[in-house]
């Protein structure tokens, strides 16, 4: 726990030995943050750099058997809903000309005959 003192910067870092690192003196960086009251943690703004991560961008947010919290960058794409005009304009675009059909028809006849 933290003691929380009148104007305690609670996003310090603080330094500690990483875990199975060589033990030569290098130390890991811990980022200490606070759980606001509707369950929001802000990432501090090194770890952000670090990951190369701006605002507005979607995580992955798991949880190991040991307790720990694990963020992960995630890949989000759009998704596209398209109503029965859209559809039926795809499956327009998406029908042979007669001389494409023909044409087709003709380069199979030909692959046929070898």
């Keep these: 726990m933290i003691p929380r003192h009148a104007g305690a910067d609670l996003s310090r870092r603080c330094t500690k030995p990483e875990s ?21 943690v802000s990432i501090p703004k090194a770890v952000l750099d670090a990951l190369h991560l701006e605002g507005e961008h979607w995580l992955i947010l798991d949880t190991t058997d040991d307790g720990a919290s694990v963020l992960r960058p995630a890949g989000v794409a ?6 029965d005009a859209r559809i039926a304009a ?25």
């Design 20 to 40: 199975g690192a060589p033990d030569d003196g290098t130390l890991g960086t811990v980022n200490v943050v606070k759980l606001g009251k509707k369950g929001q």
């Design 78 to 83: 759009p998704i596209e809903l398209n109503d």
């Design 90 to 114: 795809f499956l327009e675009e998406d029908e042979l000309t007669p001389d494409l059909a023909a044409r087709v028809e003709a380069a199979l006849a030909a692959l046929r005959r070898g």
